[in-house]
């Protein structure tokens, strides 16, 4: 006789018991597409996170599910309601608004039946991401840098319509004005009715009665354009800065999509920065270092005193105030306040490794143990 073990449904779809509804629906829809037998995935894996998403994604059958815990199966024969997957293979329902998002991506539309989403497509354009090395310096003052980027932009023939200068717009013969297509797809659970995007009019119900000759009806090209971009000050290693409307064009008259700078600071070779603060090393003599004295260092504003107390320590810490990093200010930044970080320097007692006799009597005078 076989014993079928309870199935843990949490560690099915890799989940904390705490799990949110909205992260079980992310779990489960992550490993559906890996597991998709129509991705090459394992149909009964697949079988097996839908129906662990079925019982944890309703709240009564969750609760149930956590009262029983390893009794589960017990629970299903008392009236629970079983799994939806029986000896005999599927024969439960599907939560159809987990395959509609499943079959969206697989597909490019949405299983019919399914909630429905917006039939026509946004027309926002593509957001870029490019990488951008700093100087050190450059990073904590804001520099301002021309790129050349090659991306999608607005037909000037046709000012983005997609239709030659002069031509009618009509509705779309293809879907009647609908903007979707209805396609049939066979999937491991049957043949479904898929809603798609128009390919002729890519979901705007209409189109031109003459295509534009430059950029055949879609109302984008490809070209070379210049980028202003001002690097604000402050900025560090690894943030990500976003240039609104500067990425691809969007379609059809849609809103461009954005332009996202990845920042690279160069390391510096007097300063390392310790978030809006700069460190840095300065040797000192020893005799300076014994009476007191100043010294001359370099700062992110050039060179400046800096007095030395007598009796000062090798690695003690001395700061100039506001001759840091300035720090990042504006809408998308409200906990930051406006001003500069500090500098901060370590000093380094230089010990004499060559004393002529008169020297060494004289420490030894002085017994500074």
């Known amino acids: ?82 799994s939806p997957f029986g000896a005999g293979g599927f024969t439960g329902n599907i939560n159809m608004e ?96 898929i809603q798609q995007t128009c390919p002729t009019c890519a979901g705007e119900g209409k189109s031109p009665s003459k295509r534009c000759v430059r950029c055949d009806g879609t109302g984008l090209h490809r070209e070379k354009r210049k980028v202003e971009l001002k690097i604000p000050a402050g900025v560090d290693d690894g943030e990500l800065l976003r240039l609104s409307g500067e990425g691809e064009a969007g379609f059809r008259g849609g809103a461009a999509g954005d332009l996202f700078v990845r920042v690279h600071v160069r390391p510096d070779h007097d300063f390392n920065r310790e978030g809006t603060d700069v460190r840095m090393r300065a040797e000192v003599g020893f005799t300076t270092a014994a009476l007191g004295g100043t010294i001359t260092v370099p700062t992110l504003d050039g060179e400046a005193e800096v007095s030395i107390p007598a009796g000062t320590q090798s690695g003690a810490l001395l700061r100039l105030r506001g001759k840091g990093i300035p720090k990042l200010r504006g809408k998308d930044l409200p906990d930051r306040q406006a001003g500069r970080g500090d500098q901060i320097i370590e000093v380094i007692v230089k010990t004499p490794s060559k004393l002529s006799r008169d020297q060494k009597r004289h420490l030894e005078e002085l017994d500074l143990e």
């Not at 998403?53 to 009262?67: A, G, H, I, M």
């Open 98 to 193: 987990d395959l509609g998002d499943i079959f969206g991506d697989l597909f490019g539309g949405r299983a019919r039946g399914g909630p429905a989403r917006a039939g026509r497509r946004s027309g926002k354009g593509k957001d870029i991401e490019m990488d951008m090395t700093l100087e050190f310096r450059e990073a904590a003052f804001g520099a301002e840098r021309t790129v050349e980027l090659y991306k999608t932009v607005k037909c000037d023939r046709c000012d983005g319509s997609g239709g030659e200068p002069g031509s009618k717009i009509t509705t779309c013969e293809t879907c009647k004005g609908a903007g979707q297509v209805i396609a049939a797809q066979r999937t491991v659970f049957g043949s479904f009715q």
């Open 1 to 82: 006789m076989t014993i079928r073990m309870p199935k843990d449904y949490y560690k099915v779809l890799g989940i904390d018991r705490n799990a949110s509804g909205e992260e079980i629906k992310k779990a489960f829809r992550s490993l559906a597409h890996t597991h998709h037998p129509d991705k090459g995935g394992d149909p009964e894996k697949f079988k097996e996170l839908n129906e662990a998403n079925q019982v944890l994604s309703d709240p009564e059958k969750r609760q149930q599910y956590d009262q029983f815990g390893q009794t589960f199966e017990q629970a299903q024969a008392g009236g629970f309601g079983g």
